[in-house]
C-alpha cells in the first residue's frame, strides 16, 4: 500500500503522483494510462500546462474501463495566474474540470502568487501583472474558499507561497490553507519550510524532485549543477543498487513531503512508483542533508519582466 498524507475530513493523499509539467499533449495520454495501470493513484495538474485535456480522456478511458475508481484517484489542479481576480476562480476551475472530465478536484492551488492582467498567459511587459496590493490573495482566496464551500474542489492550497505569505493568508483564511506546493530537492531542501508547515498543519509537496533537468532553455543557467549526476546520490544509488532517481523521490518520502516526479516514459515511471518501497537508513538522510546549497531550478525571474511589481526578493521573501 502507498504511504498517504492526512487531510481535513480524513482524506487520504498518495504521498508519490505523476508530474505532467512539459508532457506534451501526444505523450501524457500514454503516460496517465500507464501510470494508472502501474497503479498510481494521484496526478499532479495544471491549467497552464496546457494538456489537460488529454489527461482527461485518459482519465475517462480507466473509469471506463474500470481499471480504478474516481474515489480511488487524487487529481490536483493549479489556478492560473491571469484568474486571480475572484470572478474569474470558479469559471477556470470549471474550464479544468471539462478539460479533465471531472466533477470535482481533490486540490486546487493557487499556482503563484503573481497576478497577471486577463487573458495574458506569461508577461512580456511590467504592463502584464498586476500587483499584489492592487489584487490581493486575500481576494483570490475567498473564492477558493466559494469553490469548497460549492463541492467543487474537495481542497485547497496554494503554491511557490513563502512562509511570510502564508502566514499574511492563515491570518485571514476562512478555510486554511492545506497544502504548499514548492520546489524541494537535495539542493534545495527548505528546512525552515518544512519546520513552519508541520507547525500549522500544512503539508508540503515537493516539484521537481529530480531537478527539472527537461525545463525550457530560458529558464536554465549555464552552470548550474545537476542533480541527477550529484556524485554522493550516484554512490549511495550504487550502493543500494537503485538508480538515483530512486534515491531522490525515496529522500522526499522520508521527510513526509507529498512527491510529483513527472515521466512520460512507461519505464522511468515504473521505477519512479518502485521508489516508494525504498528504505533510506538515518545515515544515508544525514549524508543527504549535507547536499543543501538553496539552488532554486525555478526561480521565478519570468514574473520580473522590466517595470514589474515583482522581484525576486518580494517573489520569495528571501
Ligand atoms: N507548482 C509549480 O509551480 C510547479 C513547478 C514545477 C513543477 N511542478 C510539478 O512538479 C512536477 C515535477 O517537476 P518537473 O517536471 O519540473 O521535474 P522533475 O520531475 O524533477 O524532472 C523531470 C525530468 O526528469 C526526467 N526523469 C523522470 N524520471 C526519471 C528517471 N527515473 N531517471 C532519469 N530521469 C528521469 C524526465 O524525463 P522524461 O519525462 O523524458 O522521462 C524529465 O526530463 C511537474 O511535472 C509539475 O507537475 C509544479
Known sequence: MMKTLQLNHGDHMPILGLGTWKSQPGDVYQAVKEAIRLNYRHIDCAAIYGNEAEIGQALHECFEEGMVRRDEMWITSKLWNNAHAPEDVQPALEKTLNDLQLDYLDLYL??????LKKG?????????LISLKEL????TWGAMEAVVDKGLAKHIGVSNFSTTKL????DTARIKPEMNQIELHPYLQQPDMLEFCNQHGIHVTAYSPLGSLDRPSELKTHDEPIL????AILRMAERLSVSPAQILISWAI??????????VHAERIKENLAAAE????PDDMRAIAQLDRH????RGDFWSPEGSPYTQENLWDE
Open 136 to 139: 490581493p490573495i486575500a481576494k
Open 254 to 263: 522520508h521527510r513526509n513531503t507529498i512527491v510529483i516526479p513527472k515521466s
Open 278 to 281: 525504498i528504505s533510506l537508513s
Open 110 to 115: 493557487i499556482h503563484w502568487p503573481v497576478a
Open 228 to 231: 541527477l549526476e550529484d556524485i
Open 120 to 128: 495574458v498567459s506569461f508577461p512580456e511587459s511590467g504592463q502584464d
Open 295 to 298: 539552488r532554486r531550478y525555478v
Open 167 to 170: 502566514k499574511a493568508l492563515m
